[in-house]
């Protein structure tokens, strides 16, 4: 809730007048409570894990050969019973352990100084913040992810990510309802240690919702956008770790590859792609010489 009555006042406070962009959240949340504010993340993430892997699940199911030449494990084909079997799992654990947890941590995320209020925040701010959450949680989430590989950890709780060996995009947030309260924290870390406004705190859990989609997609598409990103691991690198499986020490990064690359997490990665490269090469090769044998 903003302390103008007015965009009248908002200028006067400001000593200037208001963008665009502060003109519409001043009409959206001048008399909107702050807590209401921050439980529209709840919505956000419901929609964007039950509208973000819709495109690639339809195509896949209906007109899979329109992508068959991108996608990463290309002899498996799931039923839409898995589809919707894992979306209804999704949900389930939205509601027992997400929404409750975005509900009761308002309190600490008013008391880290996520603001509301006016200005907002330049577009460098936001991008400047919003790298700072992505290495934290990207940090945090990596050795998590690796202590659920323990033995207690993998057959207690991980092995419920894992029944998608070969991973679809409502699979992101298929999981345990403790590994969901577990990797949850990493994504606190960094508005907690570099708060900014709520803008920027729906952007980061938006973006990284679609992420996570992204990187279960299953599909390896050449022109994401995420292909520019310095160290990022993408579709490709973890589905490798979901194809080996509960005795996967390779790839646990969530987003980028520096910490396997730092703790030595990637060998067995590098190992297959290494092999997989000569055996194409050496493909190449006896082909290129089939032919000069039958000229």
Not at 60 to 88: G, H, W
């Amino acid at each position: 809730m903003l302390p103008y009555q007015t965009l009248l006042e908002a200028e006067a406070a400001l000593g200037r007048n208001l963008t665009a962009a502060e003109i519409l959240w001043f009409r959206y949340s001048a008399s909107m409570p702050d807590y209401l504010l921050y439980y529209h993340n709840i919505a956000f993430l419901f929609l964007i894990f039950t509208l973000a892997p819709l495109p690639i699940a339809a195509v896949e199911l209906f007109c899979p050969s329109a992508i068959q030449a991108f996608k990463i494990q290309p002899k498996v084909r799931l039923p839409i019973s898995s589809f919707i079997n894992c979306y209804k799992n999704v949900v389930f654990v939205f509601f027992i352990a997400v929404g409750p947890l975005q509900l009761v941590s308002y309190p600490t995320v008013k008391f880290v100084g996520i603001r509301t209020g006016l200005p907002l925040p330049s577009v460098w701010e936001m991008v400047a913040q919003l790298v700072v959450y992505f290495l934290l949680e990207d940090y945090g989430n990596y050795w998590i992810h690796r202590a659920l590989h323990s033995k207690w950890g993998y057959e207690k709780i991980h092995h419920v990510h894992h029944v998608f060996t070969a991973p679809i995009g409502f699979a992101a947030p298929y999981a345990h309802w403790a590994e969901v309260l577990l990797l949850g924290i990493p994504s606190f870390v960094g508005p907690a240690l570099v708060p900014g406004h709520m803008i920027t705190f729906w952007l980061w859990f938006a973006l990284r919702q679609i992420e996570a989609i992204e990187t279960h997609s299953g599909y390896d598409f050449p022109f994401s956008p995420t292909k520019i990103v310095p160290f990022y691991g993408g579709a490709e690198y973890h589905d490798y770790h979901h194809n080996v499986g509960g005795q996967s020490q390779s790839n646990f990064a969530s987003i980028f590859i520096y910490c396997d690359y730092l703790y030595g997490t990637d060998k067995g990665y590098n190992y297959q792609k290494a092999q997989l490269t000569k055996l194409r090469e050496q493909w190449i090769s006896d082909k290129q010489s089939t032919k000069g044998k039958l000229k």
